[in-house]
């Protein structure tokens, strides 16, 4: 159709991270061991394309634990959640499998840590998400919410001599630097965690994006709506000066977008399988693409460990999502 694109390139790394990985296989190993239904606590990642294949093997998707039938298996999604929640789940006798990302348990850590020190937090972060909502709750208080430089400058915790920072695991870099040095110059004796809250796999697709999108004409993410990450990849290729759109499968690709585009650059959330990058590339490839190519980049080895009650049994999940 569009004959002028001669090929594509691949954001590397791009997709699954190790968070996810374990996610959904915590509901597949649970769906495989105790049968269906088994409820999850939000979406177990923010993808579509995963939470429905993991609907059509049994996983039935909630927000409120009082849609939960007692003597239920309940898994946590890898955004986590609060202490109120954990306590509400704990009351109502489920059975539960905490597929909270050890990323972002790490942070859970580090602010009931401090708070017993007698620390207030500053979280940057994304209003209404769920990792926001489930890192904030658990403190009952002293944790606020800035979205921005402008944030900064009206927050208002009630002393500053033990003030800490944490942020949201899948923020812009660039953008959470620029609220930290805000937040750094406003209260000069801030403690900032030793290492950075945003995540190796969030830091990584960034990194790929910033050296990919120079070299394209056009970017394009897979990620769903929700997906913090993904939108992240989106923004920053734009602000990189590239053209760029996110799709949740490559159906939503038009092809006026790729008209008089020579170089495609693809990248994925870390939400999104590689399935639907490979459905992106066969529908590239119909546009006119000739050839594909994988960028150089950081080759990811990490792994977290699957809960206890999962890990042992070695039952293979059927039909594993990658
Ligand atoms: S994006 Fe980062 S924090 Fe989120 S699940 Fe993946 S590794 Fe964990």
Redesign the pocket.
Known sequence: MNRSIEEVILAEPRGF????DR?IEIVERALAKFGAPIYVRHEI?HNTYVVNQLKSKGAIFIEELSDVPPGATLVFS??GVSKAVQQEARDRGFDIFDAT????TKVHVEVAKLAKEGYEFIMIGHKGHP?VEGTMGQLSSGIHLVEDVEDVATVSPAQTEKLAVVTQ??LSVDDAAEIAAAVRARFPKVREPKQQDI????QNRQDAVKIMSPQVDLVIVVGSPTSS?SNRLRELAERLGTESYMVDSADELKPEWFEGKGRIGLTAG??APEVLVREVIERVRAFGAVSVRKMDGIEETIKFPLPKGLKLDDIPPPGHIS
């Not at 991270?17 to 996810?20: D, K, L, P, R, S």
């Not at 990302?101 to 972002?104: D, S, Y």
């Open positions: 991270c190790a968070g996810v996610a990642v890898a955004h990302c050890p990323l972002v990792e695991t899948t995540c190796y796999a969030t990450n870390a939400s």
